[in-house]
């Protein structure tokens, strides 16, 4: 089977799977995650949706690069943000209810402590600092679960 989508668009990565369905994705590189951009998962059964969304993402990133915001946000990207948009996603649709509970609970308490700050402001020490909090204050188990689900 070819591919789903045969333009070539900045971002743009798919991948046929082993049972033959494609996965479609955008895709930043470091310098636009530095911007506060994350891989984007696309809808391959839509392929003039993914394009829309990847030429869009396209233009927030050059938006972002001249220090403009993006188009209905308020600035760079958020935990909150981010946690919204995998609660919509199949990779958390797709889980049982009771594993829905637990991870909802987890991401609670990540929007509770990081939600307004910028997704480009964790980096591995700072996640190793929460870690080390969390442990100290929780232990161990707790502060997997949370830098894990983070």
């Known amino acids: 089977m070819s591919q789903p989508i045969r333009e070539t668009i ?9 049972d033959g369905t494609w996965r479609i994705w955008w895709e930043p590189k470091p310098a ?8 984007t998962e696309l ?3 839509r392929p003039a ?9 396209n233009a927030d990133v050059e938006r972002a690069r001249k220090g403009e ?9 958020t935990i909150d943000a981010l946690i919204v948009d995998y609660r919509k996603s199949r990779f958390f649709l797709d889980k049982r209810p009771a594993t829905q509970r637990s991870y909802n609970i987890n991401l609670n308490a990540i929007a509770k402590k990081w939600g307004p ?9 700072v996640m190793h600092e929460w870690y080390e909090t ?10 997997l679960q949370l830098t894990g689900m983070m």
């Open 10 to 18: 900045k971002g743009l990565r798919q991948r046929q799977r082993a």
């Open 134 to 143: 969390i442990r100290d204050r929780s232990g161990p188990d707790q502060a």
């Open 32 to 39: 636009e995650r530095a911007l506060g951009f994350s891989a």
């Open 69 to 77: 915001p993006r188009k209905g946000t308020s600035g760079p990207r």
């Open 117 to 125: 700050h910028r997704v480009a402001d964790f980096t591995k020490p």
């Open 43 to 45: 809808d391959a059964t």
């Open 49 to 57: 949706l993914s394009i829309r969304q990847a030429t869009q993402i």
